[in-house]
């Protein structure tokens, strides 16, 4: 029998394809999504047509998927950020969907990511101090459908990276 | 001059749409223009509101395998947080570094092409970073709530 080939390299479906200006466009923005296609275009020595037309591309094949407010968290208010690890008791019975809604309309839930893993989800939590991520956790969280355990851990300090482009 | 419920409530409508115009907003948050702008101005120049940023679909980009690192360090060196944070920001494919106080010392958000290129960050990359004396991996399966809103 002759060998089987190689497995082919998994990729996504639409996948983008970049060049050096379009990752020079996509690391800027994630630094400032207000800067106009013009100052963007002048950094770059790229015409403001041009640059435009690229950041539409950008977000027509989804590698610009919007923007986020960045806000100081502190000074609204929110004295903590705790991460929380759940696991779901009782597997097979528990509705998986019935969990997901009820947790992502809690508004002190900012995200809810399901994992593979030593937890089923991960969820990130604000609140205004330890207290009240205390009512938090007792009155939204260890009543939620399902849950079986919880594991928390208190950030401290936080850091966005560029990323590999 | 603290934050307001005014405040509160623009910088709500304003999270939920961050790309709106100012006259789109100020009807939302029922405001005039110029009220608006002046207390967009405000929270800006008090650095209350710091910003705005683009997020970048790394699946789109072909990035499709996204890790949590749950690190414990080796805590008997006192530089070991300083150490490793120094050393894991020459890894490009680490997306966010966070430390906490609790069982896990340190988090790398982390992602890879594939499994195949995972497993070779892993051992050549994230394995060789000083100071980890134990890893957790949670394997990131999908997104049910993002954006990080503030209940605000």
């Known amino acids: 029998m002759p060998p089987a080939p190689p497995p082919p390299r998994q990729s996504a479906p639409c996948m983008m394809d970049l060049d050096a200006t379009d990752r020079a466009i996509l690391r800027a923005l994630a630094q400032d999504a207000t800067l106009s296609a013009a100052a963007l275009g002048r950094r770059l020595g790229l015409g403001q047509p041009a640059t435009w037309r690229r950041i539409r591309r950008l977000q027509e094949g989804g590698a610009l998927a919007g923007q986020r407010l960045v806000l100081d968290r502190a000074a609204l208010g929110f004295g903590v950020t705790v991460f929380l690890g759940i696991s779901l008791g009782t597997k097979g019975r528990v509705s998986l969907g019935d969990f997901e809604r009820a947790v992502t309309a809690i508004p002190e839930v900012q995200t809810v990511q399901h994992i593979l893993g030593l937890y089923d989800y991960r969820l990130r939590v604000v609140a205004r101090d330890l207290a009240d991520f205390e009512r938090v956790l007792r009155r939204r969280i260890m009543t939620l459908p399902g849950i079986a355990q919880v594991d928390a851990n208190v950030l401290l300090s936080e850091e966005r990276r560029p990323g590999p482009l | ?152």
């Open chain 2, 1 to 152: 001059m603290p934050v307001d419920d005014t405040d509160r409530r623009l910088l709500r409508h304003l999270q939920a749409d961050p790309e709106q115009t100012i006259a789109t907003l100020a009807d939302r948050a029922g405001l005039s223009e110029a009220g608006c702008a002046r207390r967009l101005d405000r929270l800006r120049a008090r650095g209350v509101l710091k910003g705005r940023q683009a997020v970048i679909d790394w699946r789109r980009l072909g990035w499709a395998v996204e890790v949590s690192l749950r690190l414990t360090l080796d805590k008997t060196d006192p530089r070991a947080f300083d150490d490793l944070i120094a050393a894991a920001r020459q890894v490009p494919e680490v997306l966010e570094i966070q430390t906490f106080l609790g069982r896990v010392d340190v988090r790398l958000g982390v992602i890879a092409r594939d499994l195949a290129h995972y497993q070779e960050l892993y051992r050549d990359r994230i394995l060789t970073l000083p100071h980890i004396a134990d890893i957790e991996a949670l394997m990131h399966i999908a997104d049910i709530k993002q954006g990080e809103a503030l209940p605000l």
